[in-house]
């Protein structure tokens, strides 16, 4: 694209009524006519156009002449990136007047480039990281809350303090890498505190109110928050041409095995929890597996006790300190969990206790359909079992285990119990072997086999 042009010198003095003197400026000329380029500067003059039509651009503050000339062949080189399109180019020449101004610097030819290649106006204001991320996350409407909640911690913690103001379409290796040294800074920190001596400072923006070192998983969840972000933006809004983040190498994530109950330690528990008020809703997760939010929000109206089992729809979730209703992780976990004959009298009886006591609350009960509940209805606290499984767990001597490591015990048990992996996956509502699933068609009896299997397991004779 050819455009017009002129390159000229001026200074800033003044003369004797305080008018500009510009170009006639003695000192800015040698004797031969030639600029005295220790005097004034170079700039350049050219018409270019814009949404309000062609425009006057003119530019100084340049070292030299050569320099001007430089910044003319940008300015043609970025009006150039439009193409044919002719309402591009405006805008385009838009953005030029507008980064110019007041001693401003040309736009990167990259960033017009990108803008045009995904159809977004060249002439917008930059997006920043923060403004992205929000809009990033509002987005997502089928997330889980649970999880929203952790996207929400990740960004107002680890990410924003970092890349607030930084445009995402520049948002570079650097960057990311700057996430976790400012993470390494703040983990030095707290390990110089550690011995008391003296008392924590926040550094670098730490907005937590008990400051704790940030592992290596931790990190891993940052970095693939990071990663995820990153990806929409190169893929969806193609503000971004590739996703840095791949430049960063964490150190690895070493998670150590998840500890497991053998068959007469399960025995053992169940035995001690027996008369206790959670006493039946360990025995499901030890014995098929449920997650704690998924026992806690076990229901009524998803039991039949005559087929033998009971259904996964709305779990219970703690979201800080509130007990939140949400939906199963993926949606092979909205499934049966088929039950043993043992287990289905216990929910018999205990169905008969909590209407008794359904009774005795009156008006007082809050009927949440919940089979495991307080005596008032309202339901457990998922943090509250996970403490009294621990506590049941000492006091019969046992290894103290993770609820959630219960769920593992029930995996292994089942894998003794010589149960068929289709159907392990089904009840433990994984999604893995998701090609299997289309090709096997498990019916009900398998499913009882594979509970009265387990619980043989666990409460034959020694």
Not at 196 to 212: I, K
Request: proline content about 5%.
């Amino acid at each position: 694209m050819r455009v017009g042009y002129s390159i000229q010198v001026r200074c800033g003095c003044r003369g004797s009524h305080g008018e500009r003197l510009g170009q006639t400026c003695p000192k800015l000329w040698r004797r031969d006519g030639t600029w005295n380029s220790k005097h004034g500067s170079a700039g350049f003059a050219m018409r270019i156009p814009t949404s309000s039509g062609i425009r006057l651009l003119k530019r100084y503050g340049f070292a030299s002449k050569a320099e001007a000339k430089a910044a003319v062949d940008r300015v043609t080189e970025l009006l150039g990136l439009s193409g044919a399109d002719d309402s591009i180019r405006a805008r385009v020449g838009d953005m030029i007047v507008s980064a110019t101004r007041n001693g401003g610097q040309l736009p990167e030819s990259a960033d017009i480039r990108r803008r045009v290649a995904a159809g977004t106006d060249p002439a917008a204001p930059a997006v920043t990281f923060e403004q992205a991320w929000q809009s990033w996350l509002s987005g997502k409407k089928r997330l889980r809350q649970s999880a929203r909640e952790t996207l929400e911690h990740v960004g107002r913690t680890w990410l924003i303090p970092v890349l607030a103001d930084v445009p995402v379409e520049r948002l570079n290796a650097s960057h990311c890498a700057a996430v976790f040294e400012r993470i390494e800074r703040i983990n030095s920190e707290i390990a110089a505190r550690s011995d008391g001596s003296r008392a924590y400072v926040h550094v670098d923006g730490d907005v937590r109110s008990r400051p704790r070192l940030v592992g290596a998983a931790t990190q891993h969840r940052i970095y693939a928050a990071l990663r995820e972000f990153c990806n929409f933006e190169v893929r969806k809004t193609r503000r971004m041409a590739f996703n840095p983040v791949y430049a960063i190498e964490l150190e690895p994530e070493e998670r150590p095995e998840a500890k497991r109950w053998s068959a007469p330690q399960a025995a053992q528990f169940l035995a001690s929890s027996a008369d206790d008020p959670l006493g039946l809703l360990f025995r499901i997760v030890l014995l098929r597996g449920a997650r704690r939010g998924e026992a806690c929000g076990l229901r009524w109206s998803g039991a039949d006790l005559e087929a033998g089992y009971v259904t996964v729809a709305r779990p219970l979730l703690l979201i800080g300190a509130n007990v939140v209703e949400g939906r199963p992780k993926t949606q092979a976990g909205e499934r049966k969990i088929w039950l043993d004959k043992h287990t289905v009298a216990l929910l018999r009886e205990h169905r008969k206790q909590q209407l008794a006591a359904r009774i005795a609350a009156g008006p007082a009960w809050q009927d949440n359909d919940l089979i495991f509940c307080k005596e008032d209805g309202s339901p457990w606290r998922p943090d509250y079992v996970t403490r009294r499984f621990k506590v049941i767990a000492k006091a019969a001597g046992l290894p103290v285990i993770k609820l959630h490591e219960g769920r593992h015990s029930a995996a292994s048990l089942a894998r003794d119990a010589d149960v068929d992996p289709e159907i392990r996956r089904q009840t433990l509502g994984h999604a893995d072997q998701a090609m299997t699933s289309h090709y096997t068609h498990i019916e009900a009896q398998a499913h009882r086999a594979a509970a009265e299997a387990v619980a043989r397991l666990v409460e034959r004779e020694p």
